[in-house]
T-cell receptor
Framework: GAGVSQSPSNKVTEKGKDVELRCDPISGHTALYWYRQRLGQGLEFLIYFQGNSAPDKSGLPSDRFSAERTGESVSTLTIQRTQQEDSAVYLC????????????FGPGTRLTVT | AQRVTQPEKLLSVFKGAPVELKCNYSYSGSPELFWYVQYSRQRLQLLLRHISRESIKGFTADLNKGETSFHLKKPFAQEEDSAMYYCALSGRKAGNMLTFGGGTRLMVKP
């Protein structure tokens, strides 16, 4: 079946512009996660959704970051007024429920802020 | 706070040699530990988890709570094992979010 998909695969933007990253989880997966991976570093947790609810937003790096999810489907991560330090690969993952430890990852969106 | 450390960024071995990818963690509780792998041009995928105590593709990992380690081992490396390996921890908080180590690139030479 189809795995987690993300779009765009690559995004180059100018400093100060807003960007929107999209994640389509595996159908039926209620839990959805966003991570960020800066060059040469491990993955950094950003936010998770249970259904369309994000109970804990403390992992978001700044108030320029926000995320939404429509029902148990698509999620968007929005970065306003992008900065060069936002350049990274943004990964989305989903799992059937929060109790399932295996997370299925998407291919990621590579964001470059010039 | 939970933290995962992978001290080696790169590990290079010859085919048939034993492999040990190191992972140390800090967590004040009973964590769940995982190894994820990313092969070239593929997405990140789960390799194994400590609770299942299984061997996947010849790899095993034992959780050592005394040393707070979860090293990944394979007795005889194969060229197809070349990949990025990430150790991860779930502290059963924040919806089972994962804390990842920085990753180790394993290169298996012919």
């Amino acid at each position: 079946g189809a795995g987690v998909s993300q779009s765009p695969s690559n995004k180059v933007t100018e400093k100060g512009k807003d960007v929107e990253l999209r994640c389509d989880p595996i159908s039926g997966h209620t839990a959805l996660y966003w991570y960020r991976q800066r060059l040469g570093q491990g993955l950094e947790f950003l936010i998770y959704f249970q259904g369309n609810s994000a109970p804990d937003k403390s992992g978001l790096p700044s108030d320029r970051f926000s995320a939404e999810r429509t029902g148990e489907s698509v999620s968007t991560l929005t970065i306003q007024r992008t900065q060069q330090e936002d350049s990274a690969v943004y990964l989305c993952a989903s799992s059937p429920t929060l109790a399932d430890y295996e997370q299925y990852f998407g291919p990621g969106t590579r964001l470059t802020v010039t | 706070a939970q933290r995962v450390t992978q001290p080696e960024k790169l590990l290079s071995v010859f085919k048939g040699a034993p492999v040990e990818l190191k992972c140390n963690y800090s967590y004040s509780g009973s964590p769940e530990l995982f190894w994820y792998v990313q092969y070239s041009r593929q997405r990140l995928q789960l390799l194994l988890r400590h609770i299942s105590r299984e061997s996947i593709k010849g790899f095993t990992a034992d959780l050592n709570k005394g040393e707070t380690s979860f090293h990944l081992k394979k007795p005889f490396a194969q060229e197809e094992d070349s990949a990025m390996y990430y150790c991860a921890l779930s502290g059963r908080k924040a919806g089972n979010m994962l804390t990842f180590g920085g990753g180790t690139r394993l290169m298996v030479k012919p």
